[in-house]
């Protein structure tokens, strides 16, 4: 089957086009500097590219080669601008000086090869296969960035599409190179061009898809966030951490191991907020969940239940043990006071300690009972201290 050139580009340009139109309306109302906004402008640009290739002849204008390959260009740079707005790399100070450099110095590249070479068809493509080969791994360095600690599926339909682009430019540089072609317009020419806008053509609809979906990604993993964390601290939330806590004690049910928690309150919060103020009870909160959650094992589990009460949960942990490392986090509190301004605030905490081995006897809700019940009297005996619950049930 042979396939009409200028058909694919007009197919091209159609679906850029279209694909622009839809994620700018996506980021109407965001602001400008919001990474839809570059991206739907990308593909705008995208689109310029394929029009101003439409209008070439048999002797083509040199400004309209350079047009078409510099809006080429810059919607490359344009699409790495934008995945680096998405992934919060870019700031409003802008961004350091190498990726300064990975955006504008493809564009102007293009620009001096393209002027420097308009006689050499085969030179110019090679040059110009090459820089945008380039900017495809630029692009490819920033979505497999290892300070990204999540990539979904939206990233990979992102990633297959930008190294088809890539292996693409690739081939058709070195068909010039070699030369297989020897211009657009003979049959071998048009072959390439036929293979890349087939390409192209593939990759624009997957690269919107991509963005898009990634966005979507993003959006569901705010509204988790909100719906289990606790934004003041970080935490887990109390319905995150009361799930967490089913999910253990079934755990622990089934295969009859320890499971303990501690449930502590802070000291006399309330004149923390009356003597400094509530912004500065928000910093007391945050300072005790950083000092509690750094001394904690990677497999213990931390979160916000209440004001100033804190639920953690430590799988495979005797009572004796739970209540060693509750005497340790108090001390730890008690050590580290919270800088606010000029005044370092120190805090105590009266912490109560439940569990055991557990058994189908025992409930979620009779564990935390009975740890509240061991922090309350932790509170009455003086407060800055642990109590410990009767053991749930002792080991054979």
């Known amino acids: 089957m042979r396939l009409d050139v200028p058909t694919l580009f007009a197919v091209v340009t159609l679906v850029a086009l279209l694909m622009a139109g839809w994620i700018c309306f996506m980021a109407w109302g965001k602001p400008a500097r ?44 344009l699409m790495l601008l934008a995945l680096r707005r998405f992934d919060g790399l870019d700031t409003q100070a802008g961004p350091p000086l190498l990726v300064q450099l990975q955006l504008f110095a493809p564009v102007l590249a293009i620009v001096l090869l393209y002027l420097l070479l308009m006689d050499q068809y085969a030179a110019r493509v090679v040059a110009g296969s090459l820089t945008f080969s380039l ?34 430019l690739l081939l058709r540089s070195l068909a010039a190179a070699m030369g297989w072609m020897a211009s657009n317009d003979d049959d071998a020419g048009r072959l390439w061009l036929t293979m890349v806008f087939v390409v192209a053509l593939c990759a624009v609809i997957s690269i919107s898809l991509g963005f898009v979906y990634m966005t979507m990604e993003r959006a569901e993993l705010r509204n988790f966030e909100l719906a289990m964390k606790d934004m003041l601290t970080g935490l887990s939330n109390r319905r995150a951490i009361s799930d967490q806590l089913h999910m253990a004690v079934s755990r622990a049910q089934r295969q009859g191991q320890y499971l303990s928690v501690l449930m502590l309150d802070i000291d006399h919060f309330k004149r923390v907020n009356d003597g400094y103020g509530h912004q500065a009870g928000d910093a007391v909160l945050r300072g005790v969940a950083h000092t509690l959650l750094s001394r904690l094992r990677a497999q213990d589990q931390i979160g916000r239940f209440g004001g100033e009460e804190f639920l953690l ?62 922090m309350y009297r932790a509170k009455q005996s003086g407060r800055n201290r642990c109590e410990v619950a009767p053991p749930l049930l002792a080991p054979n």
């Open 34 to 77: 919001d990474a839809l906004w570059a991206w739907g402008l990308a593909l705008l640009a995208y689109a310029g590219s394929h029009v101003l290739f439409a209008m070439l002849g048999p002797q083509p204008l040199a400004s309209l080669v350079i047009g078409g390959n510099l809006a080429y260009s810059v919607a490359l740079s």
């Open 135 to 168: 900017q495809i791994v630029f692009i490819l360095r920033s979505l497999l960035d290892r300070r990204m600690p999540r990539h979904g599926r939206g990233r990979y339909i992102l990633l297959t599409a930008f190294f088809a682009l890539l292996a693409s």
């Open 313 to 374: 949960m430590l799988p495979d942990t005797s009572l004796e043990g739970a209540a060693t490392l509750a005497e340790a986090l108090r001390q730890a509190v008690e050590a580290t006071p919270t800088q606010w301004g000029a005044h370092r605030i120190s805090v105590t905490i009266s912490i109560g300690v439940a569990g055991g081995v557990i058994t189908g006897a025992v409930t979620v809700d009779g564990l935390v009972a009975a740890a509240d019940s061991a």
